[in-house]
């Protein structure tokens, strides 16, 4: 009688996968698993560190010769949405993904997040004082996607007159990025087109500001070296990136405090600097539990398996930020560990373009709440998560004062 195969399924997982994370990693670190869409066949997980930084660098995982590849990525890619989206920096393979990150690269520096700290230190900070009038606020609508969406009219040198319509159809647009059992909804299909059209209106109507990434894109397209659609595509893509990975951690971060009241007393109370706090919480909620799926280029050895030409590698971030072998806490929460943020925005040639800005965002966010509103707290029993199983983030952040008692 044939054993049964431990196949992984990330879609019975709930709110809380880590535990089956480390079960995985502590299992040999790898597991075939379920299709994170229907387009591929089984796929090979990896969970610990070591195999997820391997995925994340392989460059028969990055490539798109002739053959397997080319089906399963035209397969894939057959809906609008994810047609679109394939003209960004986030689903391209080189040599067309350098060309396009390479002349964006210097505008997005250590250096350039740092010069947009006092700006945005000041948004954030005026954002919690108006919050903190109301009887509740919520933490992500009121503070975080507000904060988020500054940072890119900064960056991308856009005005966005309408945020939360923006947001909405942003969050509406990662669904076609989302790992899948069946089609990708036609509400993504909509958001993105409505994006498209939004972009290319700010162009035509000369919104563009000279000092944005933007700008700098339209410039690559005058060259000659990168078509319209490039850059339309790449600020729709820097829209819903740009704001999901800050808002989604900051509301994790929010929850894991709540659950660990000695992290959220040394932050209450001045004990750890803001960014150090930063890159712990972007270690332990990462907003991204799951890389794309990296289709072998051709057949390879990896993590013990043979990957044949077209099948899917999946890294799983969520448990590679909580390997004890890099990270000796793991699943436990801790400002002072002093570690590095890990692949909470992936590494190699796809590591997240915007991940200094990000750190940035989410230390002014803390900055400002542990500041201005004192005497808050989250109000647990009203959060709620995001139906997702790729992205890792709430929809509903509550925020009372202390002492007074949830909503009936």
Known sequence: MTAEVDLFDPFTLDGDPFPEFARRRNAGGASWGRPPYPEV?????VFSHALVSRALKHPLLLQAPPGAYQEVRQKISANPALDFLTRSMLLSDPPRHMSLRRPLAGSMTFAAGRGLFDQLASRASQLVQSAVQKPEFDAVADIGLPLAFAGLEQILGIGIDDPWRTGHDAKLMADALDMRVGGINE??????????????????????????????????????????????????????????TV??????????LANSPRQLSLLENGNVGWSAAAEELLRF???????GARIAADDLSFGGAIIKAGQAVVPVLGSANRDVSVFPTGDRLDLEAGSSSAFA???????????????????????ALFTWAKGWRLDTSRVSRRPSVLFHGLQTVPMIRRGDRPPA
């Open 41 to 45: 066949g089984e796929a090979f997980y």
């Open 187 to 244: 509400d993504a299909n909509q958001a993105c087109r409505r994006l498209e059209a939004w972009v290319l209106h700010a162009i035509e109507r000369g919104a563009v500001h000279p000092n944005g990434i933007s700008a700098q894109m339209l410039a690559e397209v005058d060259a000659g070296r990168w078509r319209k659609d490039d850059a339309v595509a790449n600020i729709v893509f820097l829209l819903f990136a740009g704001q999901a």
């Open 247 to 256: 808002v989604d951690t900051f509301g994790n971060a929010l929850v894991a």
């Open 285 to 291: 909620c990462a907003p991204v539990q799951y890389a």
């Open 345 to 367: 925005f992936g590494t190699g040639l796809h590591a997240c373009l915007g991940q200094h800005v990000a750190r940035v965002e989410l230390a002014v966010l803390l900055e």
